[in-house]
């Protein structure tokens, strides 16, 4: 293994691509959603894999790096790399669950009304901000843009259950379905998940400053 400092610092270079696949796959999943395309809803899949990939390699070799002696600062860099690989990974999957939902409306020729869209898109928008952020302090090591992501956070929450509240509204009024209410709710989940990730990301930034 090279130098415990050169080490650190490929490990972290790695971490940061894995971030940026993670974020790529839930960027194309979220297109998926309004505009489906199999090509695309392969290449999330291939994403995930690959995402996959890196989380197996760097948590094998993080954890040998961490048997190494390490001065304070290697090691605080190296308890967030392993703190965060796992939330990124988890980013992807949940990236798939969002394609999955999206081929299912395709194939079932499902499609929300114009406000479910537009409450749904704004949705996703806010989450890739968030995304956006979580991967810059990630680098950074920023722990004043970390904090900033819990209000981006509380907004996101209050925007899904907007959403979930206005679905029920809709279906009273039968201007939506209980089928496409399900799905609404499988692709609603998925981002909340993936918003908690972020928000652990932001707390390992802050923990190990």
């Known amino acids: ?39 695309k809803f392969k290449e999330v899949c291939e994403l995930e894999d690959k995402v ?38 988890r980013l992807s999957d949940h990236a798939v669950t969002i394609s999955k939902a ?12 114009e406000h479910a869209q537009q409450e749904l898109d704004e949705y996703m928008a806010q989450v890739r901000k968030i995304m956006d952020a ?21 907004l996101a929450e209050k925007q899904s259950a907007d959403a979930r509240k206005n679905h029920i509204r809709r279906l009273r009024e039968g201007k939506c379905t209980i089928e ?6 499988d692709l609603l989940t998925s981002m909340e998940s993936i918003v908690d990730h972020c928000s652990n990301v932001a707390e390992t930034v802050i923990s190990y400053r």
Do not use: W
């Open 1 to 39: 293994m090279e130098r415990p400092a050169l080490a650190i610092s490929h490990a972290t270079t790695v971490t940061e691509k894995m971030a940026q696949l993670s974020k790529e796959t839930l960027v194309k999943a979220s297109e998926l959603v309004f505009d489906f395309n199999e090509d």
């Open 52 to 89: 996959d990939q890196y989380e197996d390699k760097l948590g094998t070799y993080l954890v040998k790096l961490s048997n190494s002696y390490l001065n304070h600062r290697d090691s605080q860099i190296l308890s967030v790399l392993l703190h965060s690989i796992g939330d990124f990974e």
């Open 102 to 113: 999206a081929e299912e409306m395709y194939k079932k020729g499902m499609k929300f009304s």
């Open 134 to 154: 979580t991967i810059s302090c990630f680098k950074n090591r920023d722990i004043v843009q970390a904090g900033g992501i819990f209000p981006m956070e509380d």
């Open 180 to 185: 496409l209410g399900f799905v609404q709710s």
